[in-house]
């Protein structure tokens, strides 16, 4: 492995994606300094939903073990009508068999384990670049420091800073809801990854540790999504009860259910003159597949990987791209498609789920068993959910 000291990295942001790509970079000997605008992390103490090919980019990283002790392994999927009627399941543990098991964990979890060794520099953010003539960036930080790098990662989110070095584009709303409800209670009584639909709605539970689930809801056709937690005992009132009894539990808790927009970001290009975006600055999709995390880390290998590779650093964006923009694009064109057949009447849409489900299911996941580095997972039809 060829070690890159005399050349120097900034990294912009401390989520999972900047935390991968500094954590990456170390690995291959590539000097980094990372900065983020907060002061401090805050713990939303919330959850992640990591499918294998996350859990495979984990572990790649060295950052996996505190992860599978901390969640709890999804092992089945059932999606269910708003009246609690089965749709279709899936065997999720099989499915993931030969790559890495699916699990829910804490997101707190997960950045603990990618932060571990990693020097973060808080309260610090890029104001301004500046590209020199040879090819450096020289970045202004906000407290009136400079720093001279030769390649900056914008891994600052969907509203990210950074992003105007790059493209003018703006973030744009989800096709499926304009935002979404989170939260973790006790668990009412499921036993495995559970959605339910109907009403124009979407609820999710997942169970995330011991005694402990986490909770998704959203409007399922483009729809709004409450200003205010009430919402969401009027939205759910028909649906089961384990949906009504986790939100009576989110709605009494004594922090609020967690509210927040759902935007995607598609942009024509992830690059320019020094500057990388990186996770969803560069493309924000809406948590259709759980893939938000998922991306994030394999970009930070991929992003490694050929830096360490290239001797000429100019060509690294360039290159970069065209490795994972086929991949990012097809986590992007699935959501859509789903995006659509939620949007569909319920009758209809349920009456096309039990066909329908389990093919998107593996027309979607199927190709990222494929690892982005290491060893190649062979298409095998045993491991497709019936």
Not at 9 to 15: M, P, Q
Request: hydrophobic share 40%.
């Amino acid at each position: 492995m060829r070690a890159s000291t005399d050349r120097r990295v900034l990294v912009v942001g401390a989520g999972v994606a900047g935390l991968a790509t500094a954590r990456a970079l170390a690995g291959r000997g590539i000097e980094c300094r990372i900065v983020e605008r907060r002061r401090h992390r805050t713990d939303d103490g919330l959850a992640l939903n990591l499918p294998g090919n996350a859990v495979a980019g984990l572990r790649h990283l060295g950052a996996v073990a505190g992860v599978l002790a901390a969640g709890v392994p999804v092992a089945r999927r059932e999606y269910r009508t708003s009246g609690g009627r089965l749709l279709f399941a899936v065997d999720e543990a099989k499915f993931w068999s030969r790559v890495a098991p699916s699990v829910c964990a804490p997101h707190a979890e997960v950045l603990d384990a990618l932060s571990a060794g990693v020097a973060i520099d808080w309260g610090l953010d890029a104001t301004s670049l500046d590209r020199q003539p040879d090819g450096r960036v020289r970045v202004s930080l906000s407290d009136g420091t400079e720093e001279v790098v030769n390649l900056v990662v914008a891994a600052d989110g969907v509203h990210s800073t950074l992003r105007s070095s790059v493209t003018d584009t703006a973030p744009r709303r989800s096709a499926m809801t304009n935002a979404s409800w989170r939260f973790v209670v006790d668990d009412p009584g499921i036993d495995c990854w559970t959605a339910w639909t109907g009403h124009g709605h979407a609820f999710l539970l997942i169970p995330v540790s011991p005694g402990r689930v986490y909770g998704y809801a959203s409007s399922s056709r483009g729809g709004d999504a409450g200003d205010e937690a009430a919402w969401l005992a009027d939205a759910y009132a028909r649906f089961p009860e384990p949906v009504t009894t986790s939100i009576r539990q989110a709605l009494s808790a004594d922090s609020p259910p967690y509210h927040s927009p759902v935007e995607e970001v598609r942009i024509a290009t992830w690059h320019a003159d020094g500057v990388v975006l990186i996770g969803d600055a560069a493309h924000a999709t809406g948590p259709v597949w759980a893939e938000g995390a998922g991306m994030a880390l394999e970009d930070a290998i991929v992003l490694a990987d050929l830096l360490a590779r290239h001797d000429d650093w100019s060509v690294v964006g360039e290159a970069w791209e065209t490795v994972r923009r086929p991949r990012v694009e097809h986590v992007q064109a699935a959501t859509d498609r789903m995006s659509k057949l939620a949007g569909l009447p319920s009758w209809l849409s349920h009456s096309a789920a039990p066909f329908a489900g389990p093919r998107a299911y593996r027309e979607t996941y199927r190709p990222l068993r494929t690892p982005v580095a290491g060893k190649h997972v062979p298409d095998d039809p045993a491991l497709d959910p019936g």
